[in-house]
C-alpha cells in the first residue's frame, strides 16, 4: 500500500499541476497556489529532518573517543548559537543573529570560495597543457575571457574586448543554448516518467 | 566593522586559509564551525519565515485548510522511526509530483521553445548563422541513436568545438571570479585588519 499510494499521489499532483498551466481559472489558479504553499512547507519539513540528523550525529560523535568529539562540540556550539540568537532575539537588521551571519559565517563562506582560486589554478595548468585541437580551443577561449575583462586587454589592443563580447555573445552562447535544449527535452522526458510511475527512485529503496 | 567584528573575522579568514599548507585542527574546527552556523542559520530561518508565518499562525487563526499542509509536514518527520518510515513517502510523492508537473510546460517553454525562437530569430546576420550553426551541430553531438559516422561524424566534430569555446569561456569566468574573491579577502586582512594598505 505505502508503494500505491504514493505513485498514485504523484500522479494526480503531477497532472494537475501540468494542467493548470493551459486552464484560465480563478479556483484552479487558486488551488495551484495552494499546493505551492504546500510544497515549501513539506520543503522545510524535509530540511528540518535533514537538520535534525545532522543533530544526532554529531551528538553521537561526542561519544566517541578521539578529536571528532571537540569539532562535533564547535558544530553543535555553532547550531545552538544561531538558534538562541534567532529565536531570542529576532533576525530583524541589527540583530545578534545577523552581527554573527555579517561577521563571521558569510567571511568565512566567501574565504572557503576563495581559496579554490590556488586549486583552481593549478586545474588549470593541467587542463591547458593542449594535446588535441579541441582542448587548445578551450585553452584559447579561457584566455580571451581572462584578457578581455581585464584592463590590461584594452591596452594590449582595444580589438580585445569587442572580441571578448563577440565569443561570449555567439558561440559560447550558441553551445549554451544547445546545451539548455538538452536539458529541457530531458527534464520534461524525466518529469513525464515520474508522473507515470515509470520513475520511483525518489520513493527509495522500497519503491522498487 | 567593530574591533571585536574585525578580529573574529580575520582569526576565522586566517583558520581557513590555514588549510593551504595542510589538514589542521584549526582549519577543521573552523569547517565545523561554518557548518553548525550553516545549520542553525537555515534552521532559524525557514521556521521564522516559512513554517511560523505560513502554517503556524494561520492554525493558530482558525484555518482550518492549513491541516493538510501540517500532516503532510509531520508525516515528513515519521522518517526519523525506522519502523514508520514508509509513510514519508507520501509527502514526498505529493513534492516530486507537483514538482514534475509545474516543470513539464515551465521547461518547455524556457528552456527549449523560447532558445530555438531565440536562435531562428537573428539568421539574417552573419552572427546569427554561426549561432544557429553552433546550436545544431551541439544538439547533434548529443544524438546518440545512431553511430557517429558518415556526414554526423564531422557535424558533431564543430559541435564540440563550439562546446569547448563555452567551456573555455566558463572555465574564464570562475578563475576570475575565485580571484576576485581572494582579493577581496587579501583587502580586508591586509586594510582592515592590519590596516597596511588604505582601503
Same mark, same amino acid.
Given at each position: ?208 | ?32 564551525? +561554518? ?24 492554525? +493558530? ?22 519502523? +514508520? ?46 549561432? +544557429? ?67
Amino acid at each position: 500500500m505505502l508503494r500505491k499510494i504514493p505513485v498514485m499521489v504523484c500522479a494526480v499532483c503531477g497532472v494537475f499541476m501540468a494542467a493548470q498551466y493551459f486552464i484560465v481559472s480563478g479556483p484552479v489558479s487558486q488551488l495551484y497556489g495552494t499546493v505551492l504553499d504546500w510544497m515549501q512547507i513539506i520543503f522545510v519539513c524535509a530540511l528540518l529532518v535533514g537538520i535534525l540528523h545532522v543533530i544526532t550525529r554529531q551528538i553521537k560523535n561526542i561519544s566517541r573517543p578521539g578529536p571528532e568529539r571537540w569539532y562535533a562540540m564547535i558544530a553543535l556550539f555553532g547550531i545552538a548559537l544561531m538558534v538562541v540568537l534567532g529565536f531570542g532575539w529576532g533576525i530583524s537588521r541589527g540583530s545578534p543573529f545577523l552581527w554573527v551571519f555579517d561577521h563571521v559565517q558569510a567571511p568565512m563562506q566567501t574565504t572557503v570560495f576563495s581559496l579554490l582560486a590556488f586549486y583552481v589554478a593549478s586545474a588549470a595548468y593541467r587542463g591547458f597543457r593542449a594535446r588535441h585541437a579541441e582542448s587548445a580551443v578551450l585553452v584559447l577561449a579561457a584566455l580571451i575571457v581572462l584578457l578581455g575583462r581585464v584592463p590590461v586587454g584594452e591596452i594590449i589592443s582595444p580589438y580585445v574586448p569587442q572580441t571578448v563580447s563577440w565569443v561570449l555573445n555567439v558561440p559560447a552562447v550558441a553551445a549554451k543554448r544547445a546545451i539548455l535544449i538538452g536539458i529541457g527535452l530531458g527534464m520534461t522526458a524525466t518529469a513525464i516518467k515520474v508522473i507515470a510511475g515509470m520513475e520511483r527512485t525518489y520513493l527509495g529503496s522500497g519503491g522498487r | 566593522m567593530s574591533d571585536i567584528g574585525i578580529w573574529i573575522t580575520a582569526l576565522a579568514t586566517l583558520a581557513i586559509y590555514s588549510f593551504l599548507y595542510r589538514d589542521n585542527p584549526f582549519y577543521k574546527a573552523a569547517e565545523y564551525l +561554518l557548518i553548525g552556523l550553516t545549520v542553525g542559520y537555515s534552521l532559524v530561518i525557514s521556521v521564522k519565515t516559512v513554517l511560523w508565518p505560513g502554517l503556524v499562525l494561520p492554525l +493558530l487563526g482558525g484555518d482550518t485548510a492549513k491541516i493538510i499542509p501540517l500532516v503532510l509536514g509531520g508525516l515528513m518527520f515519521i522518517r526519523l522511526v525506522p519502523k +514508520l518510515g514508509g509513510w514519508s513517502r507520501i509527502p514526498l510523492a505529493v513534492y516530486v509530483g507537483a514538482g514534475a508537473g509545474v516543470s513539464i510546460p515551465a521547461m518547455l517553454k524556457a528552456r527549449v521553445l523560447q532558445q530555438m525562437g531565440a536562435t531562428m530569430s537573428n539568421v539574417t546576420t552573419i552572427s546569427g548563422v554561426i549561432m +544557429l550553426v553552433g546550436v545544431i551541430t551541439t544538439i547533434l553531438y548529443f544524438y546518440f541513436s545512431r553511430e557517429q559516422k558518415g556526414l554526423l561524424q564531422p557535424v558533431a566534430k564543430i559541435g564540440t568545438y563550439y562546446m569547448m569555446i563555452f567551456f573555455g569561456a566558463t572555465f574564464g569566468y570562475t578563475v576570475m571570479s575565485r580571484v576576485s574573491l581572494l582579493i577581496g579577502r587579501m583587502e580586508f586582512l591586509l586594510g582592515d585588519w592590519l590596516r597596511l594598505i588604505a582601503r
